[in-house]
């Protein structure tokens, strides 16, 4: 049962004190919480009180009530943020070690959640060794997961979708997905060059990290967040060299995973400077870099609507149609597959 306390059993000075403990999290990291592992606290009339107890059991209908109540803000004790990742962490091991028992579907959801959960701990301390490790051991076995399982790609889409998660951490899953099924689909790729090739589509945009993730939801961003983010390329391969078994070819296609997307005016940022025009590092890079402009395209942005998968399509046919004609059509053939399957 959800506990209450109401804000006026708390003193303005306890409450006040409260408000300098407290770091904000996102209502969806109650998912998948059955024990909880600290004290929860929303905000009303812009006084904190608690909404959800230690050791509280978190299901769907109390985090329906949650939203219903408009308590989209809720806040932990800064001291027992480690507390609840630990939790998080700990489960996201336990389900990537076990994704061939029980239900497929709903244990390739849950996986696809708590690694997008993970994401955001991983962009927030990217040089955490555990939490990327981690992040790549689950990649890594989700992506044999989803060779092994390719019925399940549309309906974990949808699901990940609704689920809300900022794009900044949700976008690398959902492009590595389009990226996957195309690859299966061509028969040109093996089993192991599909993982590595997956693996470097989820990690290539780690370098975002360098910026703050609310950055991301502005309209204008400053000119020095832009040279940083036209750097973020570069900047994903030092975070990652060394640190993940990723061949030094995947590594090239991290560095150059923008070439493609010159024409793409919403990302027009992220192209390093200098390299307007120039197309690098052949088809798998060319692969890598359209999954990712038609998955951003065709989902919403804070600052943008969602394009319709047509037009997303025309412009993947204007950046590779001519140097790729084949591939380009496959690539019309998965979607084509994928959203309008009858
Ligand atoms: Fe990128």
């Not at 040089?127 to 989803?146: G, I, P, R, V």
């Not at 590594?251 to 070439?259: A, G, P, R, Y």
Request: hydrophobic share 40%; with cysteine; proline share 3%.
């Amino acid at each position: 049962m959800v506990q209450l306390r109401s804000s006026q059993s708390m003193s303005l000075i306890e409450r006040n004190h409260l408000a300098f403990q407290l770091t904000s999290i996102s209502v969806r990291e109650l998912l998948f919480v059955t024990d909880l592992p600290c004290d929860v606290y929303g905000i009303k009339d812009g006084v904190f009180e608690l909404v959800l107890k230690r050791r509280s059991y978190i299901n769907k209908e109390v985090i329906k009530g949650l939203i219903q109540a408009g308590r989209f803000e809720l806040f932990i004790n800064h001291g027992e943020r480690q507390k609840l990742i630990t939790y998080h962490q700990d489960n996201l091991r336990k389900l990537t070690r076990s994704l061939s028992v029980g239900d497929p579907l709903e244990k390739g959801k849950k996986v696809l959640n708590l690694l997008t959960i993970n994401m955001e701990y991983l962009y927030k301390d990217p040089t955490n060794d555990e939490t990327l490790n981690l992040q790549y051991q689950s990649a890594k076995n989700l992506s044999a997961f989803l060779a092994a399982n390719v019925d399940l790609h549309e309906p974990l889409y949808k699901s990940s979708i609704q689920m809300k998660h900022h794009f900044i951490f949700a976008q690398p899953l959902l492009s590595s997905l389009f990226l996957l099924g195309v690859l299966k689909m061509s028969h040109l790729f093996n089993a192991k060059d599909i993982e590595s090739l997956f693996i470097t589509s989820y990690f290539k945009d780690i370098g975002m990290s360098a910026i703050p993730t609310e950055k991301y939801d502005q309209m204008e961003i400053s000119d020095e967040e832009k040279k940083l983010l036209s750097r973020h390329a570069m900047h994903s391969v030092n975070i990652l060299q060394g640190r993940i078994q990723l061949g030094p070819q995947y590594l090239t296609i991290i560095e150059n995973h923008h070439s493609f997307s010159l024409l793409a005016k919403d990302l027009d940022y992220f192209s390093p400077a200098g390299s307007k025009g120039e197309v690098v590092a052949g088809f798998e890079t060319a692969l890598v870099c359209v999954m990712d402009v038609i998955a951003a395209m065709i989902s919403g942005r804070p600052f943008r609507p969602a394009s319709n998968l047509f037009d997303s399509l025309e412009l993947v046919k204007a950046l590779i149609a001519e140097q790729y004609p084949q591939e380009f059509k496959l690539i019309v053939t998965y979607f084509k597959n994928f959203f309008f399957k009858k």
